[in-house]
């Protein structure tokens, strides 16, 4: 089955390029979200600031330290059942679960115990060897980052 155009996501990151499928069935109001900031351009140069080993690379913060989010409001949570297994995106967030805005992360192995506290709203259906080539840490030194991230319907365009 080809992917939809308007439910996939190309980002191209220092350590190459990234695909994700886009997940509205599970996460409408987040998978807008991301296509929203994707369209203003809003990941393009934000860099990869928690990046653990086994566990995640997390994205998304315009100060680069996982303090800040975009001008838009935080989202209502739209937790579900699907796994957090490798090559899911989902969404990050601060204690309350409303908190979630512009940061994500994408799981490099099993986390299943943040299911149905985080929001997936995706996987990576392509390039999962480069989000494993992102440089980890917690912060970051000299970290990777998106150079640009954008939804393929409009790339095509």
Known sequence: MAADPENTII?????GRIVIELRPDLAPKHVERIKQLARE?????????RVIDGFMAQVGCPHGTGTGGSK?????????????????????????PNS??????????????????YTVWGKVTEGMENVDKIKRGEPVRDPDSIVTMRVAADAAA
Not at 11 to 15: D, F, L, N, S
Not at 100 to 117: G, T
Request: glycine share 4%; proline share 5%; aromatic share 14%.
């Open 41 to 49: 351009k809003f990941y393009d140069g934000i860099v990869f600031h």
């Open 72 to 96: 838009h409001p935080n989202l209502p949570a739209e937790f579900n059942a699907e796994p957090h297994v490798r090559g899911i995106c989902s969404m990050a967030r601060a204690q309350s």
């Open 11 to 15: 980002m191209e990151t220092t350590k």
């Open 100 to 117: 979630a805005n512009s940061q994500f992360f994408i799981v490099f192995d099993d986390a299943r115990f943040l299911d149905k506290q």
